[in-house]
């Protein structure tokens, strides 16, 4: 008895064994995350008024989009969708949420304010951010790799038709480098698919 209780013993710390390596394994399969680019320092503005630059993100990981206040199509939904991603973040998270505008001469700090009280924004976590035309095309468009173009006069269909931007949130790592790049919108893209992958992004970054 005491030999057969022994050699099950051994079968079991076996199977163990066996079972940890499987999953180490698995870890190691998972591809890698591109690092897309770096983003360059920065220097804006909150909606507290409070001067923000990438120094304030650092060791942070990440999430950004643009929007600007008085677009009255995909930026609310945009808004709406970060919403539910602070939501579905724990409430001591580290990780950052920034929306830019594309709107600076009009979306000023107060503005933005108001804004982001609209969607219920916790201001220790989430951050909008408004500046000059060239610091947020800079950072907008050279580093996150977000594209807001302005709608000529002629063009516009409506007084809020002002601009048209990106629709897709990206994912910053602690380390300033783009890693994730998600669309929020568009042909077969839903939001309850999109909000599950950003997450694990995020989740995966934190403990790089």
Not at 38 to 66: C, K, P, Y
Not at 87 to 116: C, E, G, H, I, M
Not at 177 to 199: A, D, M, S
Request: charged residues 20%; proline residues 6%.
């Amino acid at each position: 008895m005491l030999w057969i209780g022994l050699l099950l013993l051994l079968v079991m710390i076996c199977v163990a064994y066996a079972l940890s390596l499987m999953e180490l394994s698995g870890r190691h399969r998972r591809p890698a995350l591109p690092a897309l680019g770096e983003v360059a320092n920065f220097t804006l503005m909150n909606q507290d008024g409070r001067v923000v630059t990438l120094a304030d993100l650092s060791n942070h990981v990440w999430v950004a989009d643009i929007i600007f206040t008085r677009c009255a199509g995909s930026c609310p939904i945009m808004s709406g969708q970060m919403k539910s991603l602070q939501d579905a973040l724990p409430a001591n998270s580290p990780v950052r949420l920034v929306t830019l505008t594309t709107d600076p001469d009009f979306d000023t700090p107060p503005v933005l304010k108001k804004y982001s009280e609209r969607f219920s924004a916790d201001p220790g976590r989430w951050m909008f951010l408004t500046g000059t035309k060239e610091e947020i095309g800079k950072l907008a468009g050279d580093s996150l790799k977000l594209s807001a173009v302005p709608v000529k006069p002629e063009d516009r269909q409506n007084a809020a038709d002002l601009f048209i931007h990106s629709t897709i949130f990206v994912v910053v790592d602690k380390q300033a480098r783009l890693r994730g790049v998600f669309e929020t919108e568009g042909n077969g893209v839903e939001w309850t698919n999109v909000q599950p992958q950003i997450v694990a992004t995020v989740q995966r970054l934190e403990s790089d």
